[in-house]
């Protein structure tokens, strides 16, 4: 079947398969047991979603042999800091860093760039602790704190398809609502397998957004989608092809292009861009959308979105036999 990300992304060819999806996540589950994962994210003023990340957690200390935590707040005032250290008092394995920056809101407030800056920075502080407490550990789970819903169970089909694909990370097919129609959530740090990038902070900052309507997500149990960067709020990595690699938002510059095309000159990136472009750069240049991985963002989400997905899918797809 044809399917259309948005209308300037070409088709991709998916074979739905719930039978194959059901193959990889018991696969997934397997080998989880046998390995260790470290959950990273930073965050400011996510208290009233805690409990979302808190069930990620927990979930994977359930399913994994060893599970670790590294969380790094700054500059919250909604009470995220005390929270987060009553939760450490009691749970294991968790580093938490709080801090007191007076940078300005990551979230609000700012203009894309220097809050995208904030946002790298932040994410760099737990990369930094990976590397010096938990480079013995299998996988890196990274999430974006602010998440409405996260299914964490869509880890483990990912986990079941390394044997096939040999991938360096994953990430997730985000869904998010507008105007009551699914859409495609973190178009920004999306770029396909040719390097076609989509949108840019010059056009944020001129006002010309993409237009969400047109971000169809992926439908799940559809095949893996090679990618040379993505997010959608929640990824796994692996330890070893991660090292070494950094958020930033710096401009492209040539040695960028000669990766990803003239399209990206003079334009500052997302920081998920030039993190995957140092792993690719590094020799770790398999990096998927799983459609299966899924997460729902959105202020005013609830679960109707799931709902509304579910209509999407069954009016826009064929049912599997």
Same mark, same amino acid.
């Given at each position: ?21 059901? +193959? ?65 008092? +009691? ?17 609000? $407030? ?6 995208? +800056? ?30 409405? $819903?996260?299914?964490?169970? $869509? ?72 990618? +040379? ?68 963002? $959105? ?23």
């Amino acid at each position: 079947m044809n399917f259309t990300l948005r209308n300037e992304i070409r088709t991709t060819n998916f074979s739905l398969s719930v039978e194959n999806y059901s +193959k990889r996540l018991m696969r997934g589950y397997s080998l989880a047991r046998e390995s260790k994962v470290v959950l990273c994210t930073a965050m400011r003023n996510c208290n009233e979603r805690l409990d979302t990340f808190f069930n990620v957690f927990d979930f994977l200390k359930r399913n994994f042999k060893e599970t670790s935590c590294v969380v790094y707040e700054n500059d919250s005032d909604d009470g995220t800091d005390r929270t987060l250290k009553e939760w450490k008092s +009691k749970n294991e394995n968790i580093d938490l860093r709080c801090q007191r920056l007076k940078t300005g809101s990551t979230v609000e $407030g700012v203009e894309p760039a220097t809050r995208c +800056k904030l946002i790298a920075d932040a994410r760099n502080k737990y990369l930094v602790t990976v590397e010096k407490k938990y480079s013995d550990y299998d996988y890196i789970v990274i999430v974006d704190s602010d998440m409405l $819903g996260i299914f964490p169970e $869509g880890l483990f089909s990912s986990l079941g398809a390394e044997e096939d694909l040999q991938w360096d990370a994953v990430t997730s097919n985000g869904i998010d609502f507008y105007q009551g129609r699914c859409i495609y959530y973190d178009i920004f740090p999306h770029m396909d397998e040719n390097g076609e990038v989509y949108t840019s902070y010059k056009r944020l900052a001129a006002g010309e957004l993409w237009h969400p309507g047109l971000q169809k997500p992926y439908p799940m149990f559809s095949g893996f989608v090679k990618v +040379k960067s993505a997010f959608g709020g929640m990824g796994i990595y692996k330890t070893g092809s991660i090292a070494g690699a950094r958020y930033s938002t710096y401009k492209l510059n040539n040695e960028l292009t000669s990766i990803w095309g003239d399209k990206l000159c003079d334009t500052s990136c997302s920081e998920h861009v030039a993190l995957h472009y140092d792993m690719i750069n590094n020799g770790f240049d398999k990096i998927y959308i799983n459609p299966s991985q899924m997460t729902i963002r $959105g202020a005013k989400a609830n679960l109707q979105m799931l709902e509304e997905y579910k209509k999407y899918l069954d009016e826009s797809h064929p049912k599997n036999d």
